[in-house]
């Protein structure tokens, strides 16, 4: 049975993820990793970055997320990886470093059929998009801006290759969290970082990450998801901003709080520290 790193030294040599992710946990990995219950297989219904997934040691995983299209790249690059890089690689240069190319690739992204295609096109996407943020509008349309980069971002492909050799004991999964969650048998872990509520409303969620967004209503079923879980003796560890809201659904749970660097938000009021909860049923 193995479990995650112990050792911050352990955390810190772990395989960088992939893609920017916004709410990527790898500023804040070895707290997450030090919580952690021991288990055989690591369920993540929300597998975002793989932050988590690439810094921790199951023997096996299985990981979702309700984004198709971020499952679809993970799979791809999995089982796909040669065509992918190939098919990648033309996108890496000068010629797409501008506003006119990103709004090309991103309105074809809107109307690709072509599982590969749209994989590369995500790929791009995220590397010369506005901080690695994933957002769709109402219409399920991907609407991140350019995000200017200063010179022609580097196709990750140390990054690729070490997810594809970890990825061999994992199963990506496109779906809802409800649906992973019943999976797990005693011997699983779940590890689940939802969309957090926003630190302004306390009330609300992040909205943007699926054109159907994660209302109160989801999170509260998260929350129960996790207590009936742990009624059968699978540990669920939940993030979410430290508010009353959070403490409130998760009553029950052993709570700890961490301070986590925020950079995402274009209003510079809005970044900096922000006080995270790590809410643990068992």
Same mark, same amino acid.
């Given at each position: 049975?193995?479990?995650?790193?112990?050792?911050?030294?352990?955390?810190?040599s772990?395989?960088?993820?992939p893609?920017?992710?916004?709410?990527?946990?790898?500023?804040?990995?070895?707290?997450?990793?030090?919580?952690?219950?021991?288990?055989?297989?690591?369920?993540?219904?929300?597998?975002?970055?793989?932050?988590?997934?690439? !810094?921790? /040691?199951?023997? =096996?995983?299985?990981?979702?997320?309700?984004?198709?299209?971020?499952? *679809? #790249?993970?799979?791809?690059? $999995?089982?796909?990886?040669?065509?992918?890089?190939?098919?990648?690689?033309m996108?890496?240069?000068?010629?797409?470093?501008?506003?006119?190319?990103?709004?090309?690739?991103?309105?074809?992204?809107?109307?690709?059929?072509?599982?590969?295609?749209?994989?590369?096109?995500?790929?791009?996407?995220?590397?010369?998009?506005?901080?690695?943020?994933?957002?769709?509008?109402?219409?399920?349309?991907?609407?991140?801006?350019?995000?200017?980069?200063?010179?022609?971002?580097?196709?990750?492909?140390?990054?690729?290759? !070490?997810? /594809?050799?970890? =990825?061999?004991?994992?199963?990506?999964?496109?779906g809802?969290?409800? *649906? #992973?969650?019943?999976?797990? $048998?005693?011997?699983?872990?779940?590890?689940?970082?939802?969309?957090?509520?926003?630190?302004?409303?306390?009330?609300?969620?992040?909205?943007?990450?699926?054109?159907?967004?994660?209302?109160?209503?989801?999170?509260?079923?998260l929350?129960?998801?996790a207590?009936?879980?742990?009624?059968?003796?699978?540990?669920?560890?939940?993030?979410?901003?430290?508010?009353?809201?959070?403490?409130?659904?998760?009553?029950?749970?052993?709570?700890?709080?961490?301070?986590?660097?925020?950079?995402?938000?274009?209003?510079?009021?809005? /970044?900096?520290? =922000?006080?995270?909860?790590?809410?643990?049923?068992?």
């Open positions: 049975m193995h479990t995650h790193p112990e050792s911050p030294s352990a955390a810190a772990a395989s960088k993820p893609l920017k992710w916004a709410g990527g946990k790898s500023r804040i990995i070895e707290e997450i990793l030090r919580r952690l219950p021991a288990g055989q297989r690591l369920i993540e219904p929300f597998v975002g970055g793989a932050s988590v997934f690439l !810094a921790s /040691r199951y023997d =096996a995983y299985l990981l979702g997320d309700s984004n198709h299209h971020l499952i *679809d #790249l993970y799979n791809s690059i $999995v089982h796909r990886f040669d065509e992918l890089v190939a098919a990648t690689s996108y890496f240069a000068e010629e797409y470093r501008n506003k006119e190319r990103y709004v090309e690739v991103r309105s074809a992204f809107n109307r690709e059929q072509d599982l590969l295609e749209r994989s590369v096109q995500f790929l791009y996407l995220n590397r010369f998009g506005f901080n690695g943020l994933c957002r769709y509008n109402r219409s399920g349309e991907f609407n991140v801006p350019y995000g200017n980069p200063g010179r022609v971002p580097r196709l990750p492909l140390e990054r690729m290759a !070490a997810f /594809r050799e970890k =990825a061999a004991r994992a199963t990506f999964v496109a809802d969290f409800v *649906d #992973l969650m019943r999976q797990a $048998v005693p011997g699983d872990v779940v590890y689940c970082d939802p969309p957090y509520f926003d630190r302004g409303t306390a009330t609300k969620s992040f909205t943007g990450y699926s054109a159907s967004g994660f209302s109160l209503g989801r999170q509260r079923e929350a129960e998801m207590r009936t879980l742990a009624a059968r003796g699978i540990p669920v560890l939940i993030s979410n901003h430290d508010c009353e809201v959070a403490r409130s659904l998760y009553d029950g749970a052993e709570f700890h709080r961490l301070e986590a660097r925020r950079s995402i938000s274009a209003d510079a009021s809005r /970044r900096g520290s =922000a006080i995270e909860l790590l809410a643990l049923f068992t």
